[in-house]
């Protein structure tokens, strides 16, 4: 199970951090990914993770602004968020799949956090 959680409003030029709780499996079993979702858009890649954590993909869209990082001991991958803009508002989900590599294919994973709202406006 992945929880998703620590979307709010904030001002263009902002920062949040957004929080996925992992349970029921062991976090370096899993790359990470997430993805975000706007209003009548896809759902994309922003950000990913490999399982043992040594490469991170990020999305041109967020490339420099967005961070994803993990925390073992807490079972829970982070994902920064700094500089935001309009842009990037959307609903983020985090999502694991049983691979090594990480990639933005939503196919290929197999567990989603509930998403969380991310609002950036002034």
């Known amino acids: 199970q992945l929880v998703d959680s620590g979307g709010g409003l904030v001002q263009p030029g902002g920062s949040l951090r957004l929080s996925c709780a992992v349970s029921g499996f062991t976090l370096n079993s899993y790359s990470i990914a997430w993805f975000r979702q706007a209003p009548g858009k896809e759902r994309e890649g922003v950000a990913c993770?490999?399982?043992?954590?040594?490469?991170?993909n990020y999305a041109d869209a967020v490339q420099g602004r967005f961070t994803i990082f993990r925390d073992n001991a807490k079972n829970t991958v982070y994902l920064q968020m700094n500089r935001l803009e309009p842009e990037d508002t959307a609903v983020y989900f985090c999502?694991?799949?049983?691979?090594?590599?990480?990639?933005?294919?939503?196919?290929?994973?197999?567990?989603w956090g509930q998403g969380t709202q991310v609002t950036v406006s002034s």
């Open positions: 999502a694991a799949a049983n691979r090594w590599q990480c990639d933005f294919a939503r196919s290929r994973y197999d567990y």
């Open positions: 993770s490999s399982r043992n954590d040594n490469n991170q």
